[in-house]
């Protein structure tokens, strides 16, 4: 559930949770019962361990601590197989 910030002009800030589809544009003050409107703020990404969280983390990490390899990379292959026909041996090699 989505939680929505409030401003209530004589106490300040407060938080509620509400369903997207059902929340008021005014709310009562949870302090002094005045009337609170509600204000638009950034999304709250920050809470708990979601995927977009860990992205966020991980995006940051690189910004200071970027990955340092010790070597180049290397192709890897495969070893071609071997044939063990004596009438290979004689076909022309590339």
Same mark, same amino acid.
């Given at each position: 559930?989505?939680?929505y910030a409030f401003r209530c002009a004589a106490c300040g800030e407060f938080d509620a949770a509400f369903p997207m589809a059902s929340v008021p544009a005014q709310l009562? !003050?949870?302090? !002094? /019962? /005045?009337a609170a409107r509600r204000i638009f703020s950034a999304p709250h990404l920050g809470v708990g361990p979601s995927t977009a969280m860990k992205l966020l983390d991980a995006t940051k990490r690189t910004a200071s601590e970027p990955a340092v390899t010790e070597s180049l990379p290397g192709r890897q292959t495969s070893p071609r197989p071997v044939s063990r026909n004596p009438l290979h041996a004689k076909l022309p090699r590339p």
């Open positions: 559930m989505p939680t009562d !003050c949870q302090a !002094c /019962g /005045g």
